[in-house]
């Protein structure tokens, strides 16, 4: 009975070395930031897709531009998706450009786009926000428990150095205490992997998504008169 009592995870960790307790702290804050942007980085993603499947729906569906890009301008910012704000760079530029004397047509074309890919550069910037964290947390996490396992044995069998004769009632708690920190490191990493796998691939196709309309909207403006 007492060696069950002292093997409950609340016991393992208490008892645990000053080093060993400070990696399990280090890796709970790492896991808890790390589910904090999963859903952040959810709801992001999601809403995305969500306004780019409405305006792709809306551009399609009215050939009036004018009309198109006043609807964008009344809407408030998180209304807004991504595609919404390349659209708006890109008319505007264009309009712009078209009223200034002396442009040509492939001058003109090409500050448009230029335009159109500024925004959705920074669009990018934004949707890839966070994943560099989800991915130092997936393979950074394991290696920060395995140190706090390899100390802890090591104090484990430190401690035997005194004893006569070593029994499974005195290695384990030390042994037990040294593994839950490698327990917390994979805690820490699986669900930070499984999400930006997730996100990364999300977002090259939310990319795709946009560098096609780029080059359908810029062949839509090519024909305006």
């Known amino acids: 009975m007492d060696l069950i009592r002292d093997l409950s995870l609340v016991q393992l ?33 999601r809403a995305a897709k969500s306004h780019t499947r409405e305006f792709e729906d809306a551009f399609w569906g009215n050939p009036n531009l ?21 659209f708006a760079a890109g008319f505007a530029e264009f309009v712009k450009l078209k009223k200034t004397h002396g442009v040509d047509s ?10 159109m890919r500024a925004r959705y550069q920074r669009e990018m910037d ?6 560099s964290f989800l991915a130092t947390v997936g393979s950074v996490s394991p290696y920060v428990g395995l140190l706090g396992t390899v100390w802890g044995i090591m ?14 009632a005195q290695v384990a ?7 839950v920190a490698t327990a917390m490191g994979l805690f820490a ?22 560098e096609s309309f780029i080059e359908e909207f810029s062949n839509v403006l090519q024909r305006q008169p």
């Open 126 to 131: 934004h949707l890839e926000s966070h994943l």
């Open 189 to 210: 990493a699986i669900p930070a992997v499984v999400a930006y796998n997730r996100y990364v691939h999300d977002v090259a196709r939310l990319s795709s998504r946009f």
């Open 13 to 45: 960790v208490g008892n645990a070395s000053l080093l060993v307790q400070l990696v399990m702290g280090l890796l709970l804050g790492v896991s808890l930031m790390s589910w904090w942007y999963i859903f952040l980085k959810m709801f992001a993603v």
């Open 155 to 168: 104090n484990a069998f430190r401690g035997l150095s005194s004893v006569g004769q070593a029994t499974l």
């Open 173 to 179: 708690p030390g042994i037990a205490e040294a593994l």
């Open 106 to 115: 492939a001058a003109l074309m090409e500050g448009t786009r230029r335009a």
């Open 66 to 86: 004018v009309a198109l890009y006043q609807q964008a301008g009344s809407k408030l910012r998180h209304d807004q998706g991504a595609l919404e704000h390349i």
